[in-house]
């Protein structure tokens, strides 16, 4: 009788030992790269933590770099969806400043010479083009939230941010609740720093980066992942040259 079970029980306890094997070598594997993190991180004098729960990972770092105090956050969410395994990236940088606009300026990250569909739907009347710039207005208000989080997503009324035309940027769609504001902000220095974004993003859309001007805070943002020490140094450089350009 016995030795008629043993097969059946190798064969339903094999994939469970192989589960159970793999989630372990995952875990030793993300603890390896949390500890190479937190290391590179004490090396240059920033704080770094990190938490786990459930399939959601989140680490962050903070530092204080000539004169200005920094946050970088980054998420991962796995999530399995039809059998199909999901990585969902979200990587955050802010850090205060007290010459911002008086009000919001955003710029979406997009592959060069992409039109801004805004422009057009903001010219066109009627029922229908009313209905899809509600539902325009709808969609980027949660990509605020998604790429920037929810604190951030508060304070811009996505429905009163309006396109800009700013042919002089290439890879960037610009909203904003005042156009002439972000046309000053445009010509004081920001200009280049965006387009220094652009010229080291790659070709994915997940390498376009979405930058939130805020009156006391500056944001950047990709949906991309953060796997090395180089990933955050770079990402870091990149939200103070924002800074710089406009202090």
């Not at 399939?55 to 946050?71: A, D, F, N």
């Not at 805020?214 to 870091?236: I, S, W």
Request: glycine content about 6%; overall charge positive.
């Amino acid at each position: 009788m016995l030795d008629t079970l043993w097969p059946l029980l190798l064969f339903f306890a094999f994939p469970l030992v192989l589960v159970v094997w793999l989630a372990r070598r995952q875990a030793r594997e993300r603890q390896q790269r949390e500890d190479s993190l937190r290391t590179a991180a004490v090396t240059r004098g920033w704080s770094f933590d990190a938490q786990q729960s459930g399939s959601l990972q989140s680490l962050r770092w903070q530092g204080v770099t000539v004169g200005t105090r920094w946050t970088l956050e980054y998420r991962l969410h796995r999530r399995s969806k039809r059998s199909k395994n999901t990585q969902v990236h979200r990587a955050v940088w802010w850090a205060d400043t007290f010459r911002g606009p008086a009000s919001p300026v955003l710029f979406i990250g997009v592959p060069t010479d992409t039109q801004n569909p805004m422009l057009k739907l903001a010219q066109s009347e009627g029922v229908l083009a009313s209905m899809a710039q509600k539902a325009a207005g709808f969609a980027l208000d949660k990509g605020l939230d998604a790429y920037f989080g929810e604190e951030a997503g508060l304070e811009v009324d996505a429905r009163l941010l309006k396109p800009v035309e700013a042919a002089g940027l290439p890879g960037f769609m610009v909203m904003a609740a005042d156009v002439p504001q972000a046309m000053w902000l445009l010509g004081d220095g920001w200009s280049k720093s965006l387009e220094a974004l652009v010229q080291k993003a790659g070709a994915s859309i997940a390498d376009r980066p979405w930058v939130l001007v805020l009156p006391r805070r500056v944001y950047v943002a990709r949906p991309a992942p953060m796997r090395t020490e180089q990933d955050v140094q770079t990402m870091v450089d990149e939200g103070l040259a924002l800074v710089a350009s406009h202090v």
